[in-house]
């Protein structure tokens, strides 16, 4: 067994050292260029959000014959729609789409953003979802990104600051989430993407046939779209980290939303190209591990020994990336999290590889 746990260690702690690595010596040169940008917004029965994130982009501080906000309402049942035309009815580059579902449609929302694309005119398309404030300078800085061989940028959303320890939570898994997007980008290999705050060149993503070839999946577009720029082409990929481009996004209240949204976001495991998914199988053993040497007395003293180690060699990244992404104020809260996350993620790991999460 002490050998088994020592490959598994070495494993893990590997990861989590080239997960710092990429954090320590990521850095991204900016370009001045003069893109054109086509904003997707892609919605479905969100009349409450919708004004706040449209009242954002009302403040866009870019040449306004360079960019263009292209809104879907995706067959909501509520106001939505009508929202979005009361917007786009003053402004030249502002433009309402009806999405209406069939059979044929693609599932989730790769049908409405595959329409908003084809209509657009941008080389560049930047994606949020509805319930996300996008800052000022937001195209300007994603767009600056992005030299002649880089096809897609990944940005950073992190989640409204508000009081509660549910808050401070959320906030750490997405810090989590930015924090191995970005590393794993740094070595031009990004594990996954963040459709609240993502760009890409529209030419690519013909160039990939969109979303046909991943249209039996009713979520992850953000994922799978990555994953496809990243196998089947020879795609470079910059992360963002720029304040300037970070898309705020509200908190979920737990509840059955928040479970959902974590089993979807968690449903890919067997998606995973065999790099990624060698990756997620040490991290999911290790612990399994640990699991396991709780009820073995004679492993306690091994066991003390590698919660030892881990805590000490998770807390660097964390604190590297809180700094990096601005979140310093989790900091203080590691411990707690430290004990918490492990076990809230690799749950929601296992229960959404079951695929029980739904779809609105």
């Known amino acids: 067994m002490n050998i088994i746990i020592t490959i598994l260690a070495t494993g893990y702690f590997s990861l989590i050292f080239l997960i710092l690595i990429g954090l320590v010596f990521f850095n991204n040169k900016k370009h001045s260029n003069n893109l054109t940008a086509s904003i997707v917004i892609v919605a479905r029965n969100e009349q409450e959000k919708l004004p706040i994130l449209l009242e954002s982009l009302c403040n866009i501080d870019y040449p306004e014959d360079k960019y263009e906000i292209l809104l879907v309402d995706d067959n909501s049942d509520d106001n939505t729609g009508r929202i979005m035309e009361e917007y786009c009815s003053s402004k030249a580059n502002w433009h309402t789409y009806f999405h209406e579902k069939n059979e044929k449609s693609l599932k989730?929302?790769?049908?409405?953003?595959?329409?908003?694309?084809?209509?657009?005119?941008?080389?560049?398309?930047?994606?949020?979802?509805?319930?996300?404030?996008?800052?000022?300078?937001?195209?300007?800085?994603?767009?600056?990104?992005?030299?002649?061989?880089?096809?897609?940028?990944?940005?950073?959303?992190?989640?409204?600051?508000?009081?509660?320890?549910?808050?401070?939570?959320?906030?750490?898994?997405?810090?989590?989430?930015?924090?191995?997007?970005?590393?794993?980008?740094?070595?031009?290999?990004?594990?996954?993407?963040?459709?609240?705050?993502?760009?890409?060149?529209?030419?690519?993503?013909?160039?990939?046939?969109?979303?046909q070839s991943i249209s039996h999946v009713d979520t992850g577009d953000d994922y799978y779209l990555t994953k496809l720029f990243r196998t089947t082409t020879k795609s470079n990929f910059k992360y963002n980290m720029d304040s300037n481009s970070s898309v705020i996004t509200d908190e979920i209240g737990f509840g059955a939303k928040y479970v959902h949204q974590q089993l979807r976001r968690n449903s890919k495991a067997f998606d995973l190209t065999l790099p990624f998914f060698i990756m997620g199988a040490f991290i999911f053993l290790f612990h399994l591990s640990l699991l396991i040497m709780v009820f073995i007395p004679s492993a306690w003293s091994l066991l003390g020994k590698l919660l030892i180690a881990k805590f000490i060699i998770e807390i660097f990244p964390v604190i590297i990336g809180a700094i990096r992404f601005k979140e310093k104020g989790i900091i203080p809260w590691f411990p707690i999290l430290w004990l918490l996350y492990p076990v809230f993620y690799l749950s929601s790991q296992i229960l959404g590889s079951l695929h029980l999460h739904k779809w609105k």
């Open 108 to 211: 989730g929302k790769k049908g409405a953003i595959s329409m908003a694309i084809e209509k657009s005119v941008g080389e560049i398309i930047l994606i949020t979802d509805a319930d996300c404030v996008v800052p000022p300078n937001w195209i300007k800085s994603m767009t600056s990104c992005f030299d002649p061989k880089t096809s897609m940028v990944l940005g950073c959303s992190p989640v409204m600051r508000k009081k509660g320890f549910f808050n401070i939570y959320q906030r750490f898994d997405t810090l989590c989430e930015s924090c191995l997007a970005a590393s794993t980008t740094f070595y031009n290999k990004p594990s996954h993407s963040n459709a609240r705050n993502l760009a890409f060149r529209k030419s690519v993503f013909n160039e990939v046939g969109g979303y």
